[in-house]
């Protein structure tokens, strides 16, 4: 394959701006086309498979979660998600999925730390707060060795809370387990970005750190769009395109406008000296979210990456809820004792969490791609490493999937499955992205998705 050819066809260039364009089929050859799924960079269907694993703490209040009746496919959807109910064709809600490397297995307390480390990599954690942690590689990075070569991400790290990867955070487990989903290698955690700003400069900006930075400061001072720095070569590429492919840029150039000025919004206020927040991280905890969502889409539109990571909060979560009138840390509510009060705040935060899952599964469905829509071509994962905050199960974990997978899944199901482990699950997925590899963690088989 002419690696510079693909280049040119896939970004727009200017003076320290390197933009990520979407897929333009009136630009790509057959021959290309099949050279890419070669290389299994490219579904069956001629369509590149896209997968984000999206993290939940603490569990949720199971009564008000899971289905109330119905059967497979006429399942009735439980109050706290009610927010997909616009979706509910195109999401699947797995019951009898667990992590039994989760549970103490002689280790004692410490049952936040240890959903959060396995939750993507079905290996118990070393309890160890200091430097010699060690759990083992997630499956989002064993699909990042697989099929990012040729991306400019291989993978993609997000997470509306700080990383830390070191201090004792629980029960004698570093700080590491509860604040990162992805380990390159088993004792070595890939640190998530909190800042959407940083996301986008590394979605959007120069190949070349020295003239990202020289770049970012110029569109500093003079408030400027990174769009404006391409403008020239993104008027040249239209003349090139196909009439349905110049509406595509058009509108991706606008979406991309769009998130640019919400970050702006927040960049004018800078650093907040009472929380050292950065600048670029919305103080609203759900604009904060879908900002995150919309630089997810944006990274799975331009095929920046082929798969990511996104941790809403970290596990054992003491956030509170102002919007939603509750006070209280989450993480102190979890512990309910079957109080009716906490037990329906829980049901708040679950539905706010349902909410943002919603928002994501939305914004992929508007977006065209082939024959269909980003969405059908994207597996999401939503889940938590707690069943009941509790009780601080790992059995039984609230996980739903939404998207088609390029053709692989059947959405529009609730499935009751005998109990098995998670990592049947990420045996499958990664079979979807050309993985061929006898067991992931724990895994005893493979769950069929279709």
Same mark, same amino acid.
């Given at each position: 394959?002419?690696?510079? #050819?693909?280049? %040119?066809?896939?970004?727009?260039?200017?003076?320290?701006?390197?933009?990520?364009?979407? &897929?333009?089929?009136?630009? =790509?050859?057959? #021959?290309?086309? !099949?050279?890419?799924?070669?290389?299994?960079?490219?579904?069956?269907?001629?369509?590149?498979?896209?997968?984000?694993?999206? /993290?939940?703490?603490?569990?949720?209040?199971?009564?008000?979660?899971?289905?109330?009746?119905?059967?497979?496919?006429?399942?009735?959807?439980?109050?706290?998600?009610?927010?997909?109910?616009?979706?509910?064709?195109?999401?699947?809600?797995?019951?009898?999925?667990?992590?039994?490397?989760?549970?103490?297995?002689?280790?004692?307390?410490?049952?936040?730390? *240890?959903?959060?480390?396995?939750?993507?990599?079905?290996?118990?954690?070393?309890?160890?707060?200091? !430097?010699?942690?060690? =759990?083992?590689?997630?499956?989002?990075?064993? +699909?990042?060795?697989?099929?990012?070569?040729?991306?400019?991400?291989?993978?993609?790290?997000?997470?509306?809370?700080?990383?830390?990867?070191? @201090?004792?955070?629980?029960?004698?487990?570093?700080?590491?387990?509860? &604040?990162?989903?992805?380990?390159?290698?088993?004792?070595?955690?890939?640190? #998530?970005?909190?800042?959407? %700003?940083?996301? &986008?400069?590394?979605?959007?900006?120069?190949?070349?750190?020295?003239?990202?930075?020289?770049? %970012?400061?110029?569109?500093?001072?003079?408030?400027?769009?990174?769009?404006?720095?391409?403008?020239?070569?993104?008027?040249?590429?239209?003349?090139?395109?196909?009439?349905?492919?110049?509406?595509?840029?058009?509108?991706?150039?606008?979406?991309?406008?769009? =998130?640019?000025?919400?970050?702006?919004?927040?960049?004018?206020?800078?650093?907040?000296?009472?929380?050292?927040?950065? =600048?670029?991280?919305?103080?609203?905890?759900?604009?904060?979210?879908?900002?995150?969502?919309?630089?997810?889409?944006?990274?799975?539109?331009?095929?920046?990456?082929?798969? #990511?990571?996104?941790?809403?909060?970290?596990?054992?979560?003491?956030?509170?809820?102002?919007?939603?009138?509750?006070?209280?840390?989450?993480?102190?509510?979890?512990?309910?004792?079957?109080?009716?009060?906490?037990?329906?705040? +829980?049901?708040?935060?679950?539905?706010? /969490?349902?909410?943002?899952?919603? /928002?994501?599964?939305?914004?992929?469905?508007?977006?065209?791609?082939?024959?269909?829509?980003?969405?059908?071509?994207?597996?999401?994962? /939503? @889940?938590?490493?707690?069943?009941?905050?509790?009780?601080?199960?790992?059995?039984?974990?609230?996980? +739903?999937?939404?998207?088609?997978?390029?053709?692989?899944?059947?959405?529009?199901?609730?499935?009751?499955?005998?109990?098995?482990?998670?990592?049947?699950?990420?045996?499958?997925?990664?079979?979807?992205?050309?993985?061929?590899?006898? *067991?992931? @963690?724990?895994?005893?088989?493979?769950?069929?998705?279709?």
């Amino acid at each position: 394959m002419n690696s510079s #050819a693909l280049s %040119r066809r896939h970004f727009l260039r200017g003076a320290g701006a390197l933009l990520t364009l979407p &897929f333009f089929e009136s630009l =790509v050859p057959g #021959a290309t086309l !099949r050279a890419a799924e070669r290389l299994g960079r490219l579904a069956p269907s001629g369509e590149l498979l896209r997968t984000a694993f999206l /993290y939940v703490p603490i569990g949720v209040y199971n009564a008000h979660w899971w289905p109330t009746a119905g059967g497979e496919h006429d399942f009735v959807l439980g109050d706290s998600l009610a927010a997909l109910e616009p979706h509910r064709d195109q999401i699947q809600i797995i019951a009898g999925l667990g992590h039994a490397n989760a549970n103490a297995n002689g280790d004692g307390a410490g049952d936040h730390a *240890r959903a959060s480390a396995t939750f993507l990599t079905g290996m118990q954690a070393r309890k160890t707060a200091g !430097r010699d942690i060690r =759990v083992g590689r997630s499956v989002d990075q064993v +699909i990042a060795a697989h099929a990012g070569a040729g991306h400019r991400l291989p993978s993609l790290e997000l997470s509306c809370d700080a990383p830390r990867l070191s @201090g004792n955070c629980d029960s004698g487990y570093s700080c590491a387990y509860q &604040f990162n989903l992805s380990w390159r290698t088993e004792n070595q955690p890939v640190p #998530a970005e909190r800042n959407p %700003r940083l996301v &986008f400069e590394r979605l959007f900006g120069a190949a070349d750190d020295r003239l990202d930075a020289e770049a %970012r400061a110029r569109r500093a001072a003079s408030r400027s769009s990174i769009l404006d720095f391409v403008a020239d070569d993104a008027r040249r590429m239209q003349r090139s395109l196909g009439a349905a492919d110049r509406d595509k840029l058009d509108d991706y150039l606008e979406s991309l406008r769009a =998130v640019e000025r919400r970050l702006a919004a927040f960049d004018r206020f800078g650093a907040d000296p009472a929380t050292a927040m950065p =600048v670029g991280v919305p103080g609203d905890y759900e604009e904060h979210m879908r900002l995150m969502a919309d630089l997810l889409v944006l990274a799975f539109r331009t095929r920046s990456t082929p798969v #990511a990571t996104l941790m809403f909060s970290a596990e054992s979560s003491g956030r509170t809820f102002p919007n939603l009138g509750i006070t209280e840390g989450h993480h102190s509510l979890s512990h309910h004792e079957k109080r009716a009060d906490k037990l329906e705040q +829980i049901r708040k935060i679950d539905a706010f /969490y349902a909410r943002q899952f919603a /928002y994501l599964i939305g914004r992929l469905r508007e977006v065209p791609e082939g024959r269909g829509t980003l969405l059908d071509n994207t597996l999401l994962v /939503y @889940g938590s490493g707690i069943r009941d905050g509790d009780r601080h199960d790992h059995v039984n974990l609230p996980v +739903i999937l939404a998207g088609g997978a390029a053709g692989a899944t059947t959405p529009g199901r609730y499935r009751k499955l005998s109990p098995r482990p998670m990592c049947d699950l990420y045996q499958s997925i990664l079979r979807l992205h050309g993985v061929d590899t006898p *067991r992931f @963690g724990d895994s005893a088989g493979v769950l069929p998705l279709g």
